[in-house]
C-alpha cells in the first residue's frame, strides 16, 4: 500500500465485507483491508475510524486492528508518539458503556493491556486507569475489563515481553493489588443482584490469582476470597455466573500449589471448598450437569494443589485431608463419565508420586481409593444394554474407554495386577443369567488393561479366567466376545509360559477371523501371540500362509492385515534357513501378483486419477503389506552364509522399481515404494549390493522431474549400509551432488525451507549418515561447503523434525573434529571441519543464538545447546570471540523502552557458556537466557 487511503475508501472496502452479496467483492475487499491491516496507514486510520464511531463493522475493524498492531508492529511507531496514542486509546475507551458491543470492549482493552505492557514509560498505568475510569459507573465495565486481561497478557508469547519486563510489571500490580481489591470490593457491594456485575468481578479476581500479583495478607482478610463460594452454594445461582465463581476459585487454588508460601490462604480456600459438597450434591439430584462439573472442577484443582502434602502427610492437617480424594470419588461416582474424568490427572499424578518414592506403607494408604476408582471405571464403562456392535475407539464414549484403559495400566501397580485381575473374576462369577452382557463385557475389558502386567508364572486366576472364556458359546454378544478376543492379545506373555493353552486360544482365535466384525481384533491378537510366542509357532506357519493367501476374503481391516502379516514374518524368521527363501517367496507373491496386475493394464483400462485409498486399485494398500513382511524377516545369517531372502528380492525387485516409475508423479505411492525399498534393504544387508547401482540410477533420474523427499531418505538407508565400502563411496557421493542441484534450488526459494521441511528434514538425514559412515571423503568434497552453508541458513526453522535433523548433522560435524575414536584420520577430520569453519563459524554462532531468541520455541534449545558445545570443543578461544561478537549485536532494549538484556546478563550468560563442562549446561544457559526475549 503505497499512501494512506481515505476514510470513504475504507468505508466502502467494510461495506463490501459485511454486506456485499458477491462472494468475489468480499473477497477483494478482504484483501485489500488485509493489506491496510499490515501496513503503517493502520495506526491512523483505526484511530480516526474510532473516533467517528460510524457503525459496529467500522468500530470493531478499529479496534482489532489497533490491537493486533500493538500486539506484532509496537516496533513501528517511534518512541515519541507512544504517549499520544495511550491518550487515544484511553479517550475511546472513555467512550464505552455498558450498552457497548463486547468484541469491541474486548479488542480495545487488549489494546490497552498490550501498550501498559510494552510502553515502559507509562508508569503506574494501573493507578491511571482507576483514577480515570473508577469514579464513573459507565466506565466501570471498561476498566473491569481492562484490568481482567492486563494480568492475563503479562506471559503473552506474541508480546515476547522477556522476563525482565514481566518481572517488572508484576512487580508493578503487587505494588498495585490493593487498589484492585479495594476496586473490586467496591464493586461488589454495589453489584449485589447483578449477575454480570458479579461474573466480571469474579473474571477480574480470578485474572489476578493466575498473575499471582495479590497481597495475601489484603486478599485473605477480603470479603472478596468468600463472595465465589456464597455464590456456589445457592441452588438458583445462574449457570454463567456458576461458571466465573468457579473459574475464579480454580485460579486461587493453582495459586497457591506453593503450600509453604501461601499456607494462610490455601487454608481458607480449603474452608471455602468444605462448604461445597452439599451443594454438588443438590446439582446431581437436580440433574444439573454443568454445575456438578463446576464443582467437580473445584475439587480436582484444591486435590491437585495439596497433592504432595496428601501424599507426604497423608490426614496431618487440613493440607494432608484424605477426604479431598473421598471427594474425587464421589465426583467419580456421577452417573456421567464426562464428570468422573475430570479428575483423571490427579489419579495419574498420585501414581506417579508414589512410584518414584516407592514406599511400601504409602501404597498401602491409598490402595484403597484406587480399588474403589477400578470399580468405579468398570461401571463407567459399561456399554450400552441395547448396544448390537463391537465397542467402538472413535466416538466419544469409545475414546474414554480408551483414556480409562490408560489410567488404570498407569495406576495398577498401587493395588497389584493380579489383584485386580482376581477382583474382576470374582464380579464374573458373580454373575448370573440374569446379568445383562454389558457388565460381562466391562469386566472384561478392565481386566485387559491389566492384563499385559501379570505375571507370566500366574497359575492360579488367568486359566480359569482363559477356561470361562474358551467356554463363552458364539451366542454371546458380540462385544463380549470381541473384548474376549482383546483380552487373549494382552495375555500373550502369559501364554507364552503356558504353551498348553497355545492351541486352543489360537483356535478361538482363529473361528473369530470368520467373523467380519470380529476379524480385525482376531487378527491382531494373533499378531501380539505370533510376536510373543513366535519359537511355539513355528508349528503353525503354513496355517497362517493359508490365511495370508486368503485374508482379503476375511474383512479385515488393513492395519490389522499388516499387523497379521508381521507377525507371520517374525514366525517365517523362526524357520529352517533352507525353507525361509521359499516361504518368504510365496508370503510375497499374495502381495506381488495384484500389484503387478495393476502396472499391466492396457492403456484404455489406466488406473483413476483419484484411486480410492484403501481399495485393491491402490498399489499402496500391497506396498504396506511387502513393507511389513520385509520390516520384520530378520533371518540370523552365518558369515560366508547366502542370504535366503535374496531369491525373493529378485523377484520383486523389477515391479517395485516398474511402481516408482509408472507412478513417478504420485509423492503417496512414490513415499510407500521408497518405505518398501528400505526394507528390503535393511532386510538384505550387503547382500541387496546387486540392487545399488540400479536403484541409483533410478532415484537420481526421477529426483531431476520429481523432488519427493523420499529419494533423500532411501539415499541415506543406501549411506548407512554401504557409506563405509571404499569402493561404493564414490557413486555414493555423486548421488549426494546430483541430488543437491535440484534440492537447494527448492530450498531457495522465497519462504523454501519453510515450505519444504520434508525436504530439509532428509537432506540433513542424508548428510548425517555421510558424516557417520565417510566422514573424510565427505568433508573432502565439493558440496560439504554449501550443505553447511544450508544448515546455517535452516537453524530458524521451527518445524521440529526438520530443525532436529538439522542440529543432530551440525552435531555430528562438529564431533568429526572432537571425537578421537582412535583412527588414523581424526587429524584429516579435525582440518578439514576447522577450515570449513573459519570462514563460516561466526555465522553458525550468529545462527544459532538468534534462532534459539527470536524463531525456535524453547524446548527446541536443547539440540542448539548440544550444537553450541560441540562448536566450543572444537576451538574455545574462537568460539569466544564468536558468541561474544553475537552478543553485542544483540537489541538490549525494545521499542517501548524495555529492558531485554543488562550488560550483566548478556556477561553472565557468555561466562555460562564458555565455562560449560557438558552441552546440558549450555542449553540450561540458552533456555534461561532465551526467557529475556520471549
Not at 475507551?93 to 515502559?120: C, F, H, Y
Not at 494398500?621 to 520385509?630: C, E, G, H, K, P
Not at 531468541?853 to 524446548?859: G, K, N, V
Request: glycine letters at 4%.
Amino acid at each position: 500500500m503505497n499512501s494512506e487511503p481515505s476514510l470513504e475508501t475504507v468505508y466502502q472496502a467494510l461495506q463490501a465485507l459485511y454486506q456485499n452479496p458477491d462472494v468475489n467483492g468480499k473477497e477483494r475487499a478482504s484483501v485489500w483491508l488485509g493489506e491496510l491491516q499490515r501496513s503503517m496507514y493502520a495506526w491512523h486510520v483505526s484511530d480516526q475510524l474510532l473516533r467517528e464511531h460510524q457503525g459496529l463493522e467500522s468500530c470493531y475493524f478499529a479496534a482489532q486492528t489497533m490491537r493486533t498492531k500493538i500486539q506484532y508492529a509496537f516496533h513501528e511507531l517511534p518512541v515519541n508518539s507512544h504517549q499520544s496514542l495511550r491518550d487515544s486509546l484511553l479517550d475511546h475507551g472513555g467512550k464505552l458503556n455498558a450498552e457497548s458491543p463486547p468484541a469491541i470492549v474486548t479488542q480495545l482493552s487488549l489494546a490497552l493491556a498490550d501498550l501498559a505492557l510494552q510502553m515502559a514509560s507509562w508508569k503506574d498505568p494501573i493507578m491511571d486507569l482507576v483514577q480515570r475510569y473508577g469514579s464513573n459507573p459507565q466506565n466501570l465495565p471498561f476498566l473491569l475489563e481492562v484490568l481482567t486481561v492486563l494480568p492475563e497478557e503479562v506471559n503473552s508469547r506474541s508480546l515476547r515481553l522477556g522476563a525482565n519486563r514481566r518481572t517488572e510489571v508484576t512487580e508493578e500490580f503487587r505494588k498495585s493489588s490493593p487498589v484492585i481489591l479495594q476496586l473490586l470490593d467496591a464493586c461488589g457491594e454495589s453489584c449485589v443482584g447483578d449477575t454480570k456485575g458479579q461474573m466480571k468481578i469474579f473474571r477480574c479476581l480470578g485474572s489476578w490469582f493466575s498473575l499471582g500479583a495479590l497481597s495475601e495478607e489484603l486478599i485473605i482478610g477480603s470479603k472478596l476470597v468468600t463472595a465465589p463460594f456464597q455464590a456456589l452454594v445457592i441452588p438458583e445461582c445462574p449457570a454463567m455466573l456458576h461458571e466465573a465463581a468457579t473459574d475464579c476459585i480454580c485460579s486461587a487454588l493453582y495459586s497457591v500449589e506453593d503450600l509453604k508460601s501461601h499456607l494462610r490462604l490455601a487454608e481458607a480456600l480449603y474452608n471455602g471448598v468444605k462448604t461445597l459438597p452439599d451443594a454438588y450434591h443438590m446439582s446431581v439430584a437436580l440433574d444439573d450437569t454443568d454445575k456438578s462439573i463446576n464443582y467437580c472442577r473445584i475439587f480436582t484443582e484444591l486435590a491437585e494443589s495439596f497433592l504432595e502434602q496428601i501424599v507426604n502427610t497423608p490426614n496431618q492437617g487440613f493440607t494432608g485431608d484424605l477426604g479431598i480424594l473421598d471427594l474425587l470419588l464421589t465426583c467419580v461416582g456421577h452417573h456421567l463419565y464426562e464428570v468422573a474424568e475430570i479428575t483423571f490427572n490427579v489419579w495419574y499424578r498420585l501414581s506417579e508420586e508414589l512410584y518414584q518414592r516407592h514406599e511400601d506403607p504409602a501404597i498401602e494408604t491409598f490402595k484403597p481409593y484406587i480399588q474403589r476408582l477400578i470399580v468405579a471405571m468398570c461401571r463407567h464403562c459399561q456399554m450400552d444394554q441395547d448396544h448390537d456392535g463391537i465397542p467402538g475407539e472413535s466416538d466419544d464414549f469409545g475414546e474414554f474407554r480408551v483414556r480409562v484403559s490408560e489410567l488404570i495400566k498407569d495406576v495398577i501397580f498401587i493395588v497389584g495386577s493380579s489383584n485386580c485381575f482376581a477382583q474382576m473374576y470374582e464380579n464374573l462369577k458373580q454373575q448370573t443369567e440374569s446379568t445383562s452382557w454389558d457388565v460381562t463385557e466391562a469386566t472384561l475389558f478392565i481386566m485387559t488393561a491389566v492384563a499385559k502386567n501379570i505375571l507370566p508364572e500366574e497359575n492360579e486366576i488367568v486359566p480359569e479366567v482363559v477356561k470361562a472364556i474358551l467356554s463363552i458359546p458364539p451366542t454371546a454378544h458380540i462385544a463380549v466376545r470381541y473384548t474376549s478376543i482383546q483380552l487373549f492379545g494382552e495375555l500373550c506373555e502369559w501364554i507364552e509360559k503356558h504353551p498348553d493353552y497355545l492351541d486352543p486360544i489360537l483356535q478361538f482365535l482363529l473361528a473369530g477371523l470368520q467373523e467380519p466384525k470380529l476379524a480385525s481384533a482376531a487378527a491382531t491378537s494373533v499378531q501380539s501371540i505370533s510376536t510373543t510366542c513366535k519359537g511355539k509357532m513355528r508349528d503353525h506357519f503354513q496355517g497362517l500362509l493359508n490365511i495370508a493367501q486368503a485374508i482379503d476374503t476375511l474383512h479385515l481391516s488393513n492395519e490389522a492385515i499388516i499387523g497379521f502379516l508381521k507377525g507371520t514374518a517374525v514366525i517365517l524368521t523362526q524357520l529352517p534357513v533352507e525353507k525361509i527363501g521359499e516361504a518368504l517367496t510365496q508370503l510375497c507373491s499374495f502381495q506381488i501378483t495384484p500389484l503387478s496386475s495393476l502396472l499391466t493394464k492396457p492403456e484404455d483400462q489406466k488406473l483413476p486419477n483419484h484411486i480410492p485409498h484403501g481399495s485393491k486399485e491402490d498399489p499402496t494398500v500391497w506396498l504396506d503389506r511387502l513393507s511389513a513382511i520385509f520390516r520384520h524377516t530378520t533371518p540370523v545369517i552365518n558369515n560366508g552364509q547366502v542370504h535366503p531372502c535374496q531369491t525373493a528380492v529378485q523377484q520383486i525387485w523389477p515391479v517395485l522399481s516398474e511402481t516408482c516409475s509408472k507412478f513417478q508423479s504420485d509423492i503417496r505411492i512414490v513415499e510407500r515404494t521408497c518405505r518398501c525399498i528400505r526394507f528390503v534393504i535393511r532386510c538384505l544387508g550387503k547382500s541387496s549390493a546387486s540392487l545399488l547401482t540400479p536403484l541409483v540410477t533410478q532415484m537420481i533420474s526421477l529426483y531431476q522431474v520429481h523432488q519427493h523427499s523420499c529419494f533423500l531418505y532411501l539415499g541415506s538407508i543406501l549411506v548407512d549400509e554401504y557409506g563405509q565400502e571404499q569402493s561404493c563411496q564414490p557413486g555414493l557421493l555423486n548421488m549426494l551432488q546430483a541430488f543437491c542441484v535440484p534440492t537447494f534450488k527448492i530450498l531457495e526459494e522465497h519462504n523454501g525451507l519453510r515450505n519444504h521441511p520434508d525436504t530439509v528434514d532428509d537432506l540433513f538425514r542424508l548428510c548425517l549418515r555421510f558424516v557417520q559412515r565417510a566422514p573424510v571423503p565427505y568433508l573432502q568434497c565439493q558440496m560439504a561447503k554449501p550443505i553447511l552453508c544450508c544448515a546455517i541458513a535452516a537453524c530458524p526453522l521451527d518445524h521440529r523434525d526438520a530443525n532436529a535433523s538439522v542440529m543432530k548433522y551440525l552435531t555430528d560435524f562438529l564431533a568429526c573434529a572432537t571425537k578421537k575414536e582412535e583412527k588414523p584420520d581424526f587429524e584429516v577430520r579435525k582440518n578439514l571441519v576447522k577450515g570449513l569453519l573459519q570462514e563460516h563459524g561466526s555465522q553458525l554462532v550468529h545462527a544459532l543464538i538468534n534462532a534459539c531468541l527470536f524463531c525456535l520455541p524453547t524446548f527446541m534449545s536443547a539440540d542448539i545447546g548440544e550444537v553450541l558445545y560441540e562448536l566450543m570443543i572444537v576451538d574455545r578461544p574462537t568460539f569466544c570471540r564468536w558468541l561474544e561478537t553475537t552478543l553485542k549485536s544483540l537489541p538490549t532494549e525494545s521499542s517501548g523502552g524495555v529492558v531485554t538484556a543488562t550488560h550483566k546478563q548478556l556477561t553472565d550468560f557468555h561466562k555460562s557458556v564458555t565455562s560449560a563442562e557438558n552441552y546440558k549446561q549450555v542449553s540450561t544457559a540458552l533456555r534461561e537466557f532465551s526467557r529475556l526475549y520471549r
